[in-house]
Every structure is written in structure tokens, then in C-alpha cells.
């Protein structure tokens, strides 16, 4: 049996959460790409909602559907709307994950907080994660590999920089 995980990087903390299936991890993934919507509330909102019922929401723009999750208020689940309709463009109905085209760009996004949260700026974070992406031979489908690689490229010079 395999686990899918996602581990999240916080100044005070290290969470590590896991998933059954690689469509769960990917909405976890692409929920938690709206700002304002931390590891806890895109895990209520996947308990809540199945991919097929987040999917219809957002390109029906029915913010109700997330405003009955637990902790989601109407701003926010206004924000969750309009912020993944450009990631369910380009999805079927019945799909119930971003199609893999999105998924290096949260990915790309997890990867670069984490780095901020390790003590680089954004910018040189952004650098690392892109040139990172750029030497991979093939898709990225994990976090922890192309957070590896971003580390190998910047390297402690750039953290001494980036800290100062």
C-alpha cells in the first residue's frame, strides 16, 4: 500500500500529512494554494467535499458548498472559488484532480514556502525552485525530491546571503 504525503515547513514546526490516494494529495495540494488556506482547513474541506463536489463548486461559483465546511467563512470561500477556477479549466467533470500540467506550479509554490521557511528570501527561493525545475529530466511529482534539488543548487552561500 502506498502513502502519498505532504510535508509542510513552518518556522515552529514540521507537519507531515498523508493521503491514500494521488488525487487526494493533489486537491490537498491545490486547495492549500489559495491564499489564506493553511494544511487544516484544506484537510476540513477534503473531509467535507469529495473532488467531484470541490470541482463542481468552483466552476459553478458556488461559494456555499465551501462555506459549510468548519472554519471556511464567506470570504474566504469566495477567495477558494476564484482562485481555482484557472486550475479546473482545463479538467473534465468526473476528474477530480488538477490535471498534471498544475501540478508542478503547487509544486513549485509548497517548495518555495518551505524554503522561506528555512530562511531564504522569496526571490532566491523562486530562483532555486525554477532552476531546480529546469535540470529535472522529467515531471516533478514530489516535493521532497525538488526541495532536495532546490537545497543542492543554493547551497549554504546562499542561505548566508539570503540571511543576512
Known sequence: ???YTS?????D??????F???DDLGLFSLVRSVNGVGPKSALAILSHL????????V???NDGAFRQVSGIGPKTAKLIVLSLQGAFDTVSPKKSTASTSDVPEVLRQSVVQALV???????IAREGVTQALEEQPGPVVDAGVLLRQALTILGPKTSREARS
Open 50 to 57: 469529495s473532488g467531484d463536489e470541490i470541482h463542481d463548486a
Open 117 to 123: 521557511g528555512l530562511g531564504w528570501s522569496e526571490k
Open 59 to 61: 466552476v459553478t461559483e
Open 7 to 11: 510535508m509542510v515547513v513552518r518556522e
Open 13 to 18: 514546526h514540521i507537519a507531515l500529512f498523508g
Open 1 to 3: 500500500t502506498l502513502l
Open 20 to 22: 491514500g490516494s494521488r
